[in-house]
């Protein structure tokens, strides 16, 4: 069955990086686009891109260009979203979805 | 980018009731090559989102003949009749006709 298992939580400081992961199982993973979406109280749900995990190519909403950068590693099944230059506004649940199959999240906090 | 306005934020309920929740866009949401890209999603305490309405108003795999999606252009509506204990929590309406892809803001089912 397909599964797409996130990384665990992370406590970052303002200004630095965090990179998190989606691991796919259950399906060819170069097959399927992965998407990543935000979840935060105040704004809801935001669509942050996906990334092509054939050719790595990427489509980034405009908000979130610059913040996030998405990759994969076809050897492991695995996307990766590196979230910089973090700020209090980037604490948020992030998810993976490979099209109506969501990860589980992973809660990011940013504080000093 | 598309916005979608979703009434009521809250919708409270009696077991067994009927509920209706609408989305608002924009714009509309018909894609050029046709189809219409809007999407319901129920989202439960501490879970990912589930989908269970695709192209306005197709029932995933699953999901109960009392969940019930409709509308066309600008104006869709999801209808849960008969409502159960598991069909409480948050409902998204999401549409991937236009990018960037966007959610609404959310309708809280909750118990009277």
């Known amino acids: 069955q397909v599964q797409l298992q996130q990384s665990g939580a992370e406590l970052a400081k303002p200004g630095s990086s965090v990179k998190i992961s989606c691991k796919a199982s259950g399906y060819t993973f170069t097959s399927y686009y992965i998407s990543w979406i935000k979840q935060t109280t105040g704004q809801g749900l935001e669509y942050i891109g996906y990334?092509?995990?054939?050719?790595?190519?990427?489509n980034y909403n405009e908000k979130f260009k610059g913040k996030a950068t998405l990759t994969v590693d076809k050897s492991s099944s695995t996307a990766f979203m590196q979230l910089s230059s973090l700020t209090p506004d980037d604490s948020a649940v992030y998810y993976c979805?490979?099209?109506?199959?969501w990860g589980q999240g992973v809660m990011v906090t940013v504080s000093s | 980018d598309v916005v979608l306005t979703q009434t009521p934020v809250a919708q409270p309920v009696t077991l067994g009731d009927q509920a209706s929740i609408s989305c608002r866009s924009s714009q509309s949401l018909v894609h050029s090559n046709g189809n219409t890209y809007l999407e319901w999603y129920l989202q439960k305490p501490g879970q990912s989102p589930q989908l269970l309405i695709y192209k306005v108003s197709n029932r995933f795999s699953g999901v109960p003949d009392r969940f019930i999606g409709s509308g066309s252009g600008s104006d869709f509506t999801l209808k849960i009749s008969r409502v159960e204990p598991e069909d409480l929590g948050v409902y998204y309406c999401?549409?991937?006709?236009?990018?960037?892809?966007?959610f609404g803001g959310g309708t809280k089912l909750e118990l009277k």
């Open positions: 990334i092509n995990t054939g050719s790595g190519g990427t």
């Open positions: 999401f549409q991937a006709t236009h990018d960037p892809w966007t």
């Open positions: 979805a490979r099209g109506h199959y």
